[in-house]
Each structure stands twice: as structure tokens, then as C-alpha cells.
């Protein structure tokens, strides 16, 4: 089947838009920015195969009812069909003319695939490869499941089936009590007994336990009807999956029947390997089991014989001994303290004495007597600082004053200047100069009208005029500046008249702090001549008190820690008396003479001690040579079943030495490989539940779809009508059960209840127990039927693939076996080394698993219809050199099947423009549904166009007006 167009009729951000696909392309690369369309685009594709679900996030535009998508394909037989799928619960798949189309038009094309089948199988994300590639790290990742995880991309299946592994463990586990299985059976013993102590005869009770039982038999029937209702439908389901594995074991059965079935008869070498394997493990235990005993001997014989001190003595208990310990170790912290406290009391005396010598000598340095009296007349610090601070301010308000004064006189230096200046240019004009002046301007211009009204005006008139103009101004001005310079004259005499006064005042001041300031001086020099002392400045003073008040307060400090240290030692000779009193008691009761010393106590108490641990490693020496003795005889008797074991598998063998059942082991590995197959094939036929397998065999031979639908069909309406049955019956059982807790003799009914909730949690718990064994052992056989069967292929294919993408890096693969002799993947690269999957770079385990996924889907190939292969980005993590030879590779199987690669990656497209003939590639770029160029608006088609493909450069299709493209 191939896709030839997509048509994204009312789906997510579009509306009416075609995606064309040449079916001659061998690779299809669907490009698309960030919110063009791309993811869009792929669930289209699948909602298209699958149905759109109930729950879709792409209703957002279109409602959901009208959300509608379809494709035209080319089915196997080369014929062209166009289909639509609409949202809805049933007939859901159209024809162009909107007419229901079975859902068998599609799946025959699928092959019978569901949906998650087809996306795990056909289908893989950069996610699905980078945890393929990471589950190839895992050192337990066995062949099988590697082969298989790439096959059917289920990498979780590993995980899944160790998890299946640990939680049947925690069920049950044989000869264990912790496991859930185990506790309950051991806790229905107990219900059990508890039913039989407080079962009682009451009437009324046992009609209602009658009645409780017969209600729980026919739940019980109804539930065993409605298991075998599901038992049936889930074996006539699985019919149809069973039907190629039917097929194969008929195949494996005729090649075994043309073989020698003698071959079958030879002992597995397994067998022999492990008995041999066994006796040597034996052979060299009882060697070291010897060695063993020896060294035993040896340090018996090395222990000293000691008499018992007991015999003269009173033994003395452990109390005693810790008793001594504790009162020697009070001991030596007493005499500890006794010589810390000596040595504290003579520090602190001799630091006492120093200090009042630093007293005396300061003293002595103003001359001053260290008596009682002398010392009470120094002044206080109060005193003193109250002095040095009236001293400062005094002295900081005439340093004020000073600058003040200085001020002052530069003040008034500078305006007596300035007045004299002003006093220069004041100007000696009066006011009958400028009388005299304008008279005379009036008179020329007098004589200058009455000229100008007889006849023309000369020249030496006006001049006469303009000069007499020209004197009044002049005087006009001189008068108004010597106004204003008058003016100036005054202010500053006002101004010198003001300075004079702040200086006189200022100078006052000062002389009446100078006088002051001498008075606190003589009360200053007074205060300390009363003590006999000549004073120095206030700060001087001030520091030598300071100092002196100092030593006196370390000097008072230095007694009180003396007479403290004095008081200790009282209380260290009372401490003293007391120790000694209980030492003489202690001495007395372990039978020891009272001056016995701590030497000779703790002489007695080891000796005791020694004696005790001698005669318990003897015992220890003596119990571990007869657990020694009986372990060789248990070795002797395992190597002697051991031996009669292995001869007993020569005479099973026909042999008579090891050599030629070694020979026989090899004759048979061919016969047995295909009976391992014939195994694996009946296994996954007999993992449904069955134990006929000549049922299963004749069932998928003779059943067909249609009947087996039918049959399903049948049985889910009779399911119904057991579900309702059950929970009438569930009805009128609660009610029975709860007359029964209305009883007065209620103990009897309790337990019944508790058993039968205890059977019913031990029936569910061995169904669990039972399926999860199944599905792990199931689970097991299908990955290694996969391997055993499609190996060889497979791993030729990936060879290929793995070695171009690697660059020839790694040429080959092998088959390799890890330490539980299980076989593992092996790399080898050019120089011959061989690598686990888990030593190769996380570059190159992608490259890994992208070789098997495609090997395996050709392989699936060869013998399926072809189904298009849709891959999401899954390159983004491989460099530019191996996303070239990928993109090859993926070329190269869409010979055999249509490949599609959606990408975001521009580069991706360039890459394969690059490495890829014309011829080869088809690209797609989408559009966002909500952008039109300028261009595509000029050129806008009123009817839809499909979307344009070229090689390069990239172009888009053109769009509708009304329906913007992807």
C-alpha cells in the first residue's frame, strides 16, 4: 500500500488542502518550520489508517463534528482508491460520494494491524530511537530482546518483562514466609483454626449460613461461567494471531521427520558440564576444608594452659569491674584537678601580686602615696570628664571667636577701600549746570525754527543746535552717575558702621571667655592639688585616670579569681575523703586486702579476664573443627553422588568415557536447534492457556474470520446477562450477611466471613501468580523464536546498513555470549576489536539501531505486504556524514516500501538534495495554515491547488484566498 495524496479536507489549522506523493520516489521529506503543520500533518496520516478518537486537539478551527480527512492510495494490486474519515463512533470510513465504506477496505491493506502495532512497528521518532539506542546500553540487553525491540519497537519491553519477573517474586517464592502468597496461606491456616475454636450451634444462624452458602455457590457458579465466557472469547481472538505460528510449526514438524529422532536421546551438555563442574568445586572445598582443620589444630595446641584463679579466690562480676574503672578513673580526675587547681591558685598569686605592683608604680609615677586617703582624693572620672569637656568647648569657642575677629577685620579692611574708591569719582556738578545747558539748547533751537521758517536752514546752524543738544545730555548723564555713586557711598558707610560694631562686640566676647577659661584652669589645677598630684591638660589627665581605674579594676579581678581558686580546694579535699572512704569499701568487697594499691586490683581483675577469654577460644577453636569435620563429610558424600551421577549420565549416553559423550553432545547440537524451534513455536501456541496443541493446530485450520466474529459477538451478550445475574446475586447475598451481623452469636459468623475474604484474596493472588509466570515465560520463548528464526538476516542487513552509516568503522557484526552464557550483539571495528553495545559512543548506538530497525522492516518484507514506513525526525541526533548515509539507507528501502521523513530541519532537506539522484527524492515543505506571502496572494487560485514539490530551491504550494496552507 502508498499513499498518492493526503487531503486535509477540515483537520486541525486547514481546510481543503492536498498533500501529492509520487509513488515513484523512493524517499518522501515532509518539511516544516516550527507551526507549519508538520505534527498536524502526521496524526492526519494515522487518524486517516485508525479513525480519529474521541478526544483529538484538532477541533480547534473546524467543529467536530465536520472534522474529515482522506487519502488516495494504491493498494497491492495496483489499483487506485480515494477514501475519507470522518469523527464518529461508527461507518466512519467514506467513500468520495460520502457513502459508508467497511472498515475491511483498510485493515486488508494493514494486514490486520491496530494502530499502536502499525506506529511501533512502521513508525519511529527521534524518541522511539534515542530509547531503542539506550536500551542497547544496558549490558543485560540479550540478543533476543535487541532483535526483537528493533523489530516491533517496544523498548520497554525488557523493563516490562523484568517487572513482570520481580512482582510474581513478591507472590510467591517456595520455602519462603516474607511473600505475600505465603502469608496468606499461613493466615488461612489461622482463620481456620480460630473458625473451629468459636464455632457455634446456634439454629437461627446456621439457616442463615445455609442460606449465605448457597448464595456464594451460585455467585461462585455465576463467576466460573463468566471466566469461561472470557476464557473462550479471549482463545477465539487470539485464533487469528496464531494462525501464521500454526503454519510455521507444520513446517518445522515436516523438516524434523526427514532427521534421525535418536539424536534426541543425548544428554543435554549442560549437564555434563555442570557435574564436572561440581566435583571440581568439591574436589577443591575438601581440599580447603583440610587446610581448615590443620590450622584449627594448630592454634589449639598454641593456647596457653592457665589454672583457674577462681579456685583461691571470690570471682568478681562485671559490675565490680566497671565500679573499679569508674573510681580509678574519678581517681586520676581528681588528681587531675588537684594539680590543675595547684597550678591555677599559684598563677593567679603571682598575677595578683604583679598587678598591685603595676598600682603602686603608677602611683608612684605622680608621686602620689598608695594609701586608702591619698587614693580617695583623686577625682572622679565624672569629675574629670566633666572638667576636660567645659575645657574643650571654652577652648573650641575662642578658636571661633579668633576666626570670627580675623573675619571681621578683613571685612572691614576691604569696605574702608571700597568707600575711598567711590569717594574719588563722585563728581562736583551741580544743578545749575544743567540749567544753564538746557537754556541754551532752547534758545538754538529758537533760532533755528524761526531760520527754518524764513528760508532754508545752513549747516553751521544746526551744528550750533546739535552741540548744545549734545552739552545737556552730557551733563544729564554725568548727574544721574554721580547719583548713583552717591548712593553707593552711603550704603557703604552703613555697611563699615554695622562691621565695626560686630567686630567691638566680638572682641568683647572673646576677652570675656579668655577670663573664663582662666578661672576653670585654677579650678582645674586646684581640684587635683587637693590630691597631691600636679596637674597635667584635661586629655592627659583624663587618660592617666582612665589607666589607673584599669589596673585597680584588674587588680580587684585578680583577687576574687584567687579566693575563688582557694574554695576550690576546699571542695577537692572533701572530694578527697569521700573517694577514698568508697575505695576502702570497694577493696573489702572484692575480698582484697584494704591497702591493696590500683595496680594489684587491677592485676587480680585481668588475670580473670584472661582466664575467661582463654577458655571461651577454646571452645570457639573446639565448635569450629566439628563443624569442619562434619563439612568434609558432607563433601565426601557429595563427591561420591557427584561421580555416580556422571556415570550414571555416561550409561543414559550409550558411552563409557567423557571424550565420546563429548562427541555425542556435538552430533546432536543440529537436531536439537531445530527441536528448540519446534519448542519455542509450540510454546507461543500453547502461551494462551491451552494444553492441546493438536486443537489449537486444527482450530487455526479450520476457523475463519467472519465465524469468529460472530462467535465474539455471541459471547459478549452472554457476559452481559452473567454481569447482571452476578450483581443480583451479589444483592441478595449482602443482605443475608447483613441479618447475620444483626445476631446476638456473631463470633462464628465473623471468622466464616474473614475465611472466605481470605479464600477469595488467595484465589486472586494465585490467578496473578499464575499469569505472570505465563507472560514472562511466553514472553521469553517469542524474543528467542524471533531471534533463532530471523538472526541470520536480520543481522546481514543491519551489517550492511551499520557498516555504510559508520563510514566503515565498524564492517561487521557478531554474535557474542555475556557471562550467563546468554547471546549478545557484538561490533567489530575495523582493527578487529570487538565492543559490546554498551562501549559504543551514544552517536554510534543510534546509528546501531537505526541499522536494525530497518533491517528488520525489510526482512518483514520479504515475506508481508509492503506498508509505508513514517519516520518523525529520527536523525536529528546523527552528524552530517551519517545523516547522509541514513537517508541512503532509508532511499534505499523505499525501493521496497514508500518512505515518508517528517522534519523541521532544513539542513535534513539540503542533506538529501545533496546526497540523493534527482530522481530519487521527492520534498514537501509545508506552510503555516495562518501565513500568506505577498506572492501567494498575487497569485492566489480561486480553486484548491495540491502542494508543489521541487528538489531546489525549496517552494511551497499555492493557497487559496480563503484556505491557507500548510
Known amino acids: 500500500m502508498k499513499f498518492l495524496e ?21 524517499l518522501h521529506i515532509v518539511f516544516g518550520e516550527n507551526e507549519a503543520g508538520k505534527s498536524t500533518s502526521l496524526r492526519a496520516l494515522a487518524d486517516f489508517l485508525f479513525g480519529i478518537p474521541p478526544r483529538t486537539r484538532d477541533d480547534h478551527t473546524h467543529d467536530k463534528r465536520l472534522l474529515r480527512v482522506g487519502a488516495t492510495l494504491l493498494d497491492n494490486q495496483g489499483q487506485q482508491i480515494t477514501l475519507v474519515r470522518r469523527k464518529g463512533n461508527k461507518n466512519t470510513l467514506l467513500d468520495t460520494d460520502d457513502n459508508p465504506v467497511p472498515e475491511s477496505t483498510l485493515l486488508s491493506m494493514l494486514g490486520a494491524l491496530d ?30 530482546e535487541g532483535l526483537y525491540e528493533a523489530a516491533y519497537g517496544t523498548q520497554t519491553l525488557r523493563s516490562t518483562l523484568q517487572e513482570i519477573e520481580q512482582e510474581a517474586d513478591t507472590l510467591f517464592t517456595p520455602l519462603t514466609r516474607t511473600r505475600t502468597l505465603n502469608n496468606l496461606l499461613k493466615q488461612h491456616s489461622e482463620i481456620k483454626k480460630e473458625l473451629r475454636d468459636t464455632l457455634t450451634s446456634h439454629a437461627d444462624w446456621s439457616t442463615r449460613q445455609q442460606a449465605l452458602v448457597q448464595a456464594e455457590k451460585e455467585l461462585h457458579t455465576i463467576k466460573q461461567q463468566i471466566g469461561t465466557l472470557q476464557h473462550h472469547q479471549a482463545g477465539l481472538t487470539t485464533l487469528l494471531r496464531l494462525k501464521p505460528m500454526a503454519a510455521r510449526h507444520v513446517q518445522i514438524l515436516g523438516q524434523l521427520k526427514q532427521l534421525d529422532p535418536k539424536l534426541e536421546q543425548a544428554p543435554h551438555p549442560q549437564r555434563r558440564q555442570n557435574l564436572q563442574k561440581k566435583l571440581d568445586e568439591l574436589s577443591l572445598r575438601r581440599t580447603l576444608n583440610l587446610q581448615h582443620q590443620q590450622q584449627i589444630k594448630a592454634q589449639q595446641a598454641s593456647q596457653p594452659g592457665e589454672s583457674n584463679p577462681l579456685k583461691s579466690r571470690s570471682a568478681v562480676s562485671p559490675e565490680i569491674e566497671q565500679e573499679v574503672e569508674r573510681q580509678i578513673e574519678q581517681r586520676r580526675q581528681l588528681d587531675l584537678e588537684h594539680s590543675q587547681q595547684a597550678q591555677q591558685e599559684a598563677l593567679l598569686n603571682s598575677q595578683y601580686e ?213 574554695s576550690q580546694g576546699e571542695r577537692l579535699r572533701v572530694l578527697d575523703e569521700k573517694w577514698n572512704q568508697q575505695w576502702r569499701d570497694l577493696r573489702k568487697h572484692m575480698g582484697l586486702d584494704e591497702n591493696a594499691s590500683i595496680i594489684e586490683v587491677r592485676e587480680w581483675i585481668s588475670e580473670q579476664r584472661r582466664w575467661r577469654e582463654s577458655h571461651k577460644q577454646q571452645k570457639q577453636l573446639q565448635d569450629q573443627l566439628e563443624l569442619a569435620e562434619n563439612e568434609q563429610k558432607e563433601i565426601h558424600n557429595g563427591i561420591q553422588q557427584t561421580e555416580a551421577l556422571l556415570s550414571k549420565l555416561l550409561g543414559e549416553a550409550g558411552v563409557s568415557t567423557i571424550e565420546e559423550l563429548e562427541h555425542l553432545e556435538e552430533q546432536a547440537i543440529q537436531y536439537a536447534t531445530l527441536k528448540e524451534q519446534l519448542a519455542a513455536t509450540e510454546l507461543a501456541l500453547l502461551g494462551e492457556g491451552s494444553d492441546d496443541l493438536n486443537s489449537i493446530l486444527s482450530q487455526c485450520s479450520a476457523s475463519s474470520t467472519e465465524v469468529l466474529k460472530q462467535e465474539i459477538q455471541q459471547l459478549s451478550k452472554e457476559h452481559q446477562e452473567l454481569e447482571e445475574k452476578r450483581e443480583q446475586t451479589n444483592q441478595e447475598l449482602g443482605r443475608v450477611r447483613q441479618e447475620q451481623a444483626q445476631m446476638e452469636h456473631q463470633s462464628a459468623a465473623d471468622v466464616q466471613q474473614k475465611l472466605q475474604q481470605q479464600n477469595a484474596a488467595i484465589e486472586q493472588c494465585t490467578r496473578r501468580y499464575l499469569v505472570l509466570n505465563a507472560a514472562a515465560h511466553a514472553l521469553r520463548a517469542t524474543m528467542e523464536a524471533y531471534r533463532k528464526e530471523n538472526q541470520g538476516p536480520v ?172
Not at 493526503?6 to 523512493?26: M, Q
Not at 511501533?120 to 544496558?138: I, K, N, S, Y
Open 354 to 566: 604583679q598587678k598591685h605592683l603595676e598600682v603602686q608604680r603608677w602611683l608612684e609615677s605622680k608621686s602620689l602615696p598608695n594609701t586608702p586617703i591619698q587614693r580617695a582624693r583623686i577625682p572622679t572620672a565624672v569629675q574629670v570628664e566633666q572638667a576636660a569637656r567645659q575645657a574643650e568647648e571654652l577652648q573650641r569657642k575662642l578658636q571661633q571667636q579668633r576666626e570670627r575677629i580675623q573675619t571681621l577685620q578683613d571685612t572691614q579692611s576691604t569696605q574702608e577701600g571700597t568707600l575711598r574708591k567711590l569717594r574719588q569719582h563722585a563728581s562736583s556738578l551741580v544743578e545749575d549746570d544743567l540749567n544753564r545747558a538746557r537754556n541754551e539748547r532752547n534758545r538754538q533751537w529758537k533760532i533755528l525754527r524761526s531760520t527754518a521758517v524764513q528760508g532754508p536752514v545752513g549747516s553751521t546752524r544746526l551744528d550750533e543746535y546739535q552741540s548744545a543738544t549734545d552739552q545737556a545730555d552730557r551733563i544729564v548723564d554725568t548727574l544721574r552717575a554721580s547719583a548713583d555713586l552717591q548712593a553707593r557711598v552711603e550704603s557703604a558707610c552703613s555697611t563699615l558702621t554695622e562691621t565695626r560694631g560686630q567686630l567691638n562686640e566680638a572682641e568683647s566676647q572673646y576677652e570675656h571667655n579668655k577670663a573664663q577659661q582662666k578661672a576653670i584652669l585654677e579650678e582645674w589645677n586646684h581640684l587635683w592639688f587637693s590630691a597631691g598630684l600636679q596637674a597635667d591638660d584635661p586629655p592627659a589627665m583624663q587618660r592617666w585616670l582612665q589607666q589607673l581605674h584599669k589596673l585597680e579594676n584588674e587588680e580587684q579581678d585578680h583577687l576574687e579569681k584567687t579566693n575563688l581558686a582557694k
Open 115 to 144: 494502530r499502536q502495532t502499525y506506529e511501533t512497528q512502521f513508525g519511529m521518532g527521534h524518541a522511539q530511537l534515542r530509547a531503542g539506542a539506550q536500551a542497547l546500553l544496558d549490558v543485560n540487553t540479550t540478543l533476543s
Open 795 to 966: 543481522l546481514q542487513a543491519a551489517q550492511e546498513i551499520f557498516r555504510d552509516l559508520t563510514i566503515e568503522r565498524y564492517p561487521s557484526l557478531n554474535v557474542g555470549w555475556n557471562d550467563q552464557d546468554q547471546p549478545v550483539l557484538e561490533c567489530v571495528r575495523f582493527d578487529g576489536t570487538r565492543l559490546y553495545t554498551q562501549d559504543l559512543s551514544v552517536g554510534t548506538r543510534d546509528a546501531l539501531f537505526l541499522a536494525l530497525r530497518i533491517a528488520s522492516i525489510r526482512h518483514h518484507l520479504t515475506n508481508h505486504s509492503p506498508l509505508p514506513v513514517v519516520l518523525d525526525d529520527a536523525l536529528v541526533d546523527l552528524d552530517e556524514t551519517r545523516t547522509s548515509k541514513a537517508l541512503q539507507a532509508l532511499a534505499q528501502l523505499g525501493i521496497e516500501t514508500q518512505v515518508l521523513l517528517f522534519t523541521h530541519h532544513r539542513r535534513t532537506v539540503e542533506l538529501a538534495q545533496a546526497c540523493l539522484p534527482t530522481g530519487d527524492v521527492e520534498i514537501v515543505e509545508l506552510r503555516s495554515p495562518n501565513v500568506l506571502s505577498q506572492a501567494d496572494q498575487a497569485s492566489a487560485d480561486p480553486t484548491q491547488q495540491p502542494i508543489k514539490h521541487s528538489r531546489t530551491p525549496l517552494q511551497t504550494h499555492r493557497e487559496s484566498p480563503n484556505n491557507p496552507a500548510p
Open 6 to 26: 493526503l487531503h486535509l479536507h477540515a483537520f486541525g489549522a486547514f481546510t481543503g488542502k492536498h498533500i501529492a506523493l509520487n509513488p515513484k520516489k523512493k
